[in-house]
């Protein structure tokens, strides 16, 4: 299957960008381990780093056919992706806007590295058009948005950003991990590059490293380019599993963004929650917003538990949803932002991202919703003094 036009997406998932087994007539892809091949025939030689294996080759069909894309890169992480991505668009004396709330290791990499490549860059203060506009210089190339954002759920208007950079010739890139293609396919709204840490959703069951890049076909010869350089690709075999996730990535996506719709209004008529961030609820700030560019609201959700009762001892209880750093597997997971992914910001840029200190992230898996509610009511009552 090549064409994906007129696919519904559960074909897309299942069938797009597989490798024939021609000489045994497999039902799944077979999986190619070389790391070297003859060199007659292709064009560019065939080899893992210059990310042209043939499970390599075949996986980006089906993940730039999911964000509507000409084209795709993998990359062994997201930040892989991430880093990758950044380096081919911004050279030495450009500057680039990036959104207040960003994922930690992207703020990490961007205060961390850029000055050693004579990169500028700027934060916005806020997530309105103005506040982004306020930040572009003449020498901006770049835009960068992310959202839904880590932690607490915040919403960018992608088309009010696509349309300033625009009209200023500056490149706009998302980081579309937390929605995933399945809810919310950023092309729409004119944004040229959409980042994933295919680890997240796209791998789905926390055993996974992985990134994706989809755009044009010029950005990611543009992207490939730096991407043969830097050497962040993806393992055949990894390749191969990734394959397999995204098969079911419609039917988890919608099962946990059902599943997380379901939690958060459970969780906001709480007595002992102080406050729920999630987008589909029709008291977040941008509901009307998120309604417009996203199709489900996602899997995840934030919130507070009230004063007296602490996050770690809450957490320490639960039986079913698990402790994790990373999120989107299909089992629940929960942590808390400032003990672990924002670890690395000083309280001060914390406090600033409005990321407190009794805030729990929640990554809502595919199971009975009834059942996950025990869990944490059972918790609650054995930690509330
Ligand atoms: C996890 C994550 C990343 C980084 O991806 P890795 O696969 O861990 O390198 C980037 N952006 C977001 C939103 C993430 O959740």
């Known amino acids: ?92 004396g450009d500057h680039i806007v990036l959104q207040q709330t960003l994922y930690g290791g992207t703020y990490n990499f961007v205060v961390e590295e850029f000055d050693k490549f004579g990169i500028e860059y700027s934060f916005t203060e806020g997530l309105s058009i103005k506040d982004f506009e306020k930040q572009i210089q003449d020498n901006t190339k770049v835009l960068y948005i992310e959202t839904p954002s880590n932690p607490l759920l915040t919403i960018t208007d992608m088309k009010a950003v696509s349309k300033l950079a625009k009209s200023k010739g500056i490149v706009t890139m ?28 796209m791998g789905g069951h926390s055993d996974i490293l992985a990134g994706a890049v989809a755009a044009s076909n010029e950005h ?14 993806l393992s055949d075999f990894t390749v191969w599993m990734l394959e397999r996730s995204l098969k079911t990535l419609n039917l988890r996506v919608k099962r946990q963004s059902k599943n997380a719709l379901k939690m958060a209004k459970y969780l906001a008529i709480h007595p002992e929650i102080y406050h729920v961030y999630y987008p589909g609820l029709k008291g977040h700030p941008n509901y009307k917003l998120a309604k417009k ?19 770690m001892e809450f957490q320490n209880q639960l039986q079913l949803i698990k402790p994790s ?57 054995k930690v509330k003094k």
């Open 325 to 381: 750093m990373s999120l989107a597997g299909v089992e629940s997971t929960m942590l808390s932002p400032a003990q672990t992914s924002h670890a690395l910001l000083s309280p001060e840029e914390r406090a600033k991202q409005g990321i407190k200190d009794g805030l729990i992230r929640f990554s809502v898996g595919i199971e009975e919703t009834k059942d996950l509610i025990a869990d944490i009511e059972q918790a609650i009552q």
């Open 220 to 233: 990611i010869d543009k992207i490939w380019n730096i991407a043969k350089n830097l050497g962040g690709s």
């Open 1 to 92: 299957m090549e064409n994906s036009k007129n696919l519904g997406i559960n074909t897309i998932c299942t069938h797009i960008g597989e490798v024939k087994d021609e000489q045994f007539k497999g039902a799944v892809s077979p999986i190619y381990m070389a790391t070297s091949y003859a060199f007659d025939g292709v064009d560019v030689k065939r080899y893992p780093r210059y990310l042209n294996t043939p499970n390599q080759e075949a996986l980006v069909k089906k993940i730039a056919a999911l964000e509507k894309t000409e084209n795709a890169l993998i990359f062994g992480s997201g930040m892989a992706a991430v880093s990758t991505t950044l380096l081919a668009f911004l050279h030495k």
């Open 174 to 201: 998302i980081d579309n991990t937390f929605a995933s293609p399945i809810n919310q396919t950023p092309i729409d709204f004119g944004i040229d590059i959409m980042i994933h840490s295919a680890t997240k959703y």
């Open 293 to 311: 560019q996203m199709k489900l609201f996602g899997g995840m959700l934030s919130f507070e538990l009230k004063e007296g009762i602490d996050a």
